[in-house]
């Protein structure tokens, strides 16, 4: 009996162990991914060039606090907010579908990805171990009390609970990755509109300024006054 034992308690930690450096090598990926990162879209802008988008929200902050991208047209500027927006309802669906911070990864946000990843290997490593647990209680433990009705197994009722508590982590979790992306997209694409200088639906790209300049012809029948309609 102490010989199983033994097993169950290496195997349980043999799962924790994995787990835990599946963590790590998933957290230093991220932090190298960040200080790598070079994506975005190559602007010009007095010489320079500067790349707009693709970026976490305090980069894109910088990058508008010293550039001035009002000067360019308005036209360019909408087109620039189109392209480097990021969505919203995606990487909703895609931090719960696939998890692990995957949808706020698309967005830059790499609170939220941290987030996924810790949350998720917590969930992961906690189910694994209950049924590992289980799974040793069922091909080894039970094989000594099948003979005895009166079989107390509580390493059974430790997986099972385990499982539970990593299920219910997992749900939680799971929701909350759900919903990161709202706000966090929300904030990313008001910062983007105010510095460009765009409206959120580029409503103002139909903003009229109207300049009257009278012409006057004269002809036999009377006189004839035209505008001039400007569009921005």
Known sequence: MKRFLMCCLVLVFLLVSLGAQSLLVSLVGTGLDALNTQDG??????????YLGGSTLGSLKRTLR??????????????????????????????????????SKLQGDLGGQLFGQIADWTAATTIGVGLGTYLIDLFFIQLFGAGSSTFDDPLKDFAVGTMAVGAVLLVTERLIQAVLPLPYGTRYNKTLRSGLGVTKDGGD?????????????????????AGVMRFN
Not at 41 to 50: A, K, M, N, S, T
Not at 67 to 81: I, K, P, T, V
């Open 205 to 225: 790209a139909l903003a009229v300024s109207l300049a009257v300049v009278p012409v006057i012809n004269a002809t036999e029948l009377g006189v004839q006054i």
């Open 41 to 50: 879209i190559p602007v010009e802008i007095d010489g320079e060039r500067v």
């Open 66 to 103: 010293n550039h001035d991208f009002q000067q360019l047209s308005f036209n360019y500027r909408l087109e620039l907010y189109e392209q480097a927006k990021v969505g919203i309802a995606w990487p909703a669906f895609k931090n719960v579908l696939v998890g692990f911070g995957s949808g």
